[in-house]
């Protein structure tokens, strides 16, 4: 009886982990179509490895490449060396400021994911 008893626990815990993971997913935030390439290609590395952990800066609504140019200097036109966004981005540029992101567990971005947000910061115009 026991032994059903915690077979059934670990089951709804299971479950309950699996229907978590899937509404993170649908939850995954759209970017605005009507934006440029180099914007869509950083939302996705943003949206993929950074945006989950930063509900409470709201980016996931950030879907516009104006969001991001924030008064605290996230994104600044035309230089990704001194977007806070890539100085806190591990190995991505700059000069590193603060703990540098993706916080561990998570991986650090791979050369590919760094370039999609440098090429798109460096690609604004004034
Ligand atoms: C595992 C969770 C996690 C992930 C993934 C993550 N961050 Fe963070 N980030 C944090 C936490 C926690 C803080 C606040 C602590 C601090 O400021 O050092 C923070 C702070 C920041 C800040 C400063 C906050 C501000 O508004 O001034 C920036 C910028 C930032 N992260 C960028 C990123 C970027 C870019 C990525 C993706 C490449 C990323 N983070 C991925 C957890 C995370």
């Not at 626990?9 to 440029?36: R, Y």
């Not at 591990?90 to 440098?118: F, K, N, Y």
Request: one cysteine or more; hydrophobic letters at 35%; proline letters at 2%.
């Amino acid at each position: 009886m026991m032994q059903f008893i915690v077979i059934l626990m670990a089951q709804i815990i299971l479950t309950s982990c699996f229907q978590q993971s899937n509404s993170h997913t649908k939850d995954s935030a759209q970017v605005d179509s009507s934006e440029g390439v180099a914007f869509q290609l950083a939302f996705t590395t943003l949206n993929n490895e950074c945006i989950y952990c930063h509900h409470h800066d709201h980016w996931s609504n950030y879907t516009r490449e104006a969001d991001w140019l924030t008064e605290d200097g996230l994104v600044i036109v035309g230089s990704a060396v001194d977007s806070l966004l890539v100085k806190r981005i591990h190995g991505c540029g700059g000069t590193s400021v603060g703990r540098q992101m993706p916080e561990s567990p998570a991986e650090q971005l791979t050369d590919q994911e760094c370039a999609s947000i440098t090429s798109w910061i460096n690609s604004l115009e004034q």
